[in-house]
């Protein structure tokens, strides 16, 4: 593999170059249609960093490792999520985790901090594996029936009911298809808006605007339903909810309100449920097309597990099904754009950035960069030994972002990932149904399209 090239130092910065785009909307037209493929020619013709108008806002897409850092980590304080993209996600989540900033998300961040320390989530795991024991009755039944199954809405109800009991403490299986229903149309809707540059809120009385405030109110309907019955018994049962509900501010002695609580507890249904689900979904088409490195997936479950259901002290034996996870990730990242506000002008990876810009990063573009990754588009779980990920640059790979933003929630993830797929691949092979072909579909998540309908198998 070749060493990683080292950041150029000119003089004076280098100005980006990149598609010129028409006049008013700049590439808008060309994202619109095809974002994930324009963004892998645009990086494809003009290097590492980019430049290009999406509306009127000039914008840059920065892609090489050590900008990455720079970005996210260095200097991260330059780049803030003062964004329109953020704008119209705090309309369904508010201030929570995900949007919030500075001293108001750093004081969310400590309280959320010990719900996700390792040992905690461990504890989960019990809860993590009985859920998805119980969600594999559904694909026996289809196996010995022949029913299809659709495995994106199977696994986000299944990852839904697990964020609930784990770390929201409630029993949402009631509330699954609401909360999918509703919650695919605040997607779609958000990243349609977002694309077509229509930026105003969705306050309008036509047909499009109205479904998406039903949705909205759909989804806070269920987050207050939550909110509401967990304070009949308000007690520290060591979950997130709990952690929020009870803490007090060092300096007034005031809990948290419920229009807070509502944000947050939007943010970890929605995020802590769909970027699993989409990756786990992600994993069944992957295995089905590359069956030797399904072959080594069994073995490694039958050699550890034997038949039996994993647990926590499992997840650090079942390397090669960690492996299965990472390569997914790599190469249909949940979160595959993003996008920061420029607060001043900058150098980045040697090209000038303009104080009031868009920068945008793409995890699904860095991680086909074959500077880094020979052979990007073939799947091989064997990119992610020790090795290897010693010898790349840290955000050579980057699903969970990094720096002081890194998803909270990336290790809870990965322990839930790692436990549905072992728990469900020692019982069952999903097999796409005759003539799908899996595509993905850009939303707020890369999910595989049409829901990836498939015939459940067994093993």
């Known amino acids: ?88 996600v ?20 400590r309280l959320a901090q010990p719900a996700f320390h390792r040992a905690r989530i461990a504890a989960m795991a019990e809860q993590m594996v009985r859920a998805t024991a119980e969600f594999s009755e559904h694909w026996a039944e289809s196996q010995r029936t022949g029913a299809p199954r659709h495995a994106v809405r199977d696994m986000m109800a299944l990852t839904l009911r697990i964020v609930g009991e784990a770390l929201l403490g409630t029993d949402v299986r009631a509330e699954t298809e609401v909360v999918s229903a509703a919650f695919n149309v605040v997607s779609e809707q958000t990243v349609e808006r977002f694309r077509t540059l229509r930026l105003i809120p969705p306050i309008l009385p036509t047909a499009y605007d109205r479904a998406y405030r039903r949705a909205n109110h759909t989804l806070r309907e269920v987050v207050a339903r939550v909110i509401a019955k967990r304070r ?3 007690e520290d049962r060591g ?39 989409t990756t786990l979904s992600w994993v069944w088409v992957l295995l089905e097309q590359n069956p030797e490195v399904e072959r ?36 249909y990242p949940p979160v595959y754009i993003l996008s920061r506000k420029v607060m001043e002008d900058d150098t980045v990876y040697g090209y000038q950035v303009l104080a009031g810009s868009s920068l945008d990063m793409s995890p699904y573009v860095t991680h086909r ?27 050579a790979y980057f699903p969970f972002l990094g720096g002081p933003r890194q998803c909270i929630g990336n290790t809870f993830a990965l322990m839930e990932g790692t436990l549905i ?9 999903p097999r796409m149904v005759a003539g799908y072909t899996p595509k993905p579909e850009p939303l707020l998540t890369l999910r595989p399209a049409s829901e990836l309908p498939v015939m459940i198998t067994a093993r």
């Not at 090239?5 to 785009?21: D, E, K, L």
């Open 369 to 395: 960069l074959a500077e880094f990754w020979p052979d990007p588009e073939r799947f091989d779980p064997d990119r992610f030994t020790p090795e290897k990920i010693a010898a790349r640059p840290r955000y």
């Open 421 to 429: 797929l072992a728990t469900l691949a020692q019982r069952h092979r």
């Open 90 to 109: 705090r309309r369904v989540v508010g201030d929570g985790l995900l949007t919030s900033q500075g001293e108001t998300w750093l004081k969310q961040r």
């Open 1 to 88: 593999m070749n060493a990683p090239s080292v950041a150029p130092r000119p003089a004076v910065p280098r100005i980006a170059t990149g598609p010129r785009g028409l006049p008013l909307i700049g590439v808008a037209r060309d994202a619109r249609k095809d974002v994930l493929g324009f963004l892998m020619r645009t990086v494809a013709e003009h290097g590492p960093v980019v430049q290009y108008r999406f509306g009127p806002g000039r914008a840059y897409l920065v892609t090489h490792p050590d900008g990455l850092k720079y970005v996210l980590q260095d200097n991260s304080k330059n780049y803030t999520k003062d964004h329109f993209s953020y704008s119209m």
């Open 239 to 277: 979950d997130l909810l709990s952690m929020f509900m009870l803490a007090r501010d060092e300096e007034t002695g005031e809990q948290m309100d419920d229009a807070h609580l509502q944000g947050e507890v939007l943010t970890m249904m929605i995020a802590g449920h769909e970027t699993t689900a």
């Open 296 to 331: 080594q997936l069994h073995a490694e479950l039958e050699s550890v597990l034997g038949g039996r259901a994993p647990t926590a002290e499992d997840v650090p034996r079942l390397v090669y099904t960690r492996r299965v996870l990472d390569e997914t990730l790599r190469l």
């Open 232 to 234: 009949e018994h308000l």
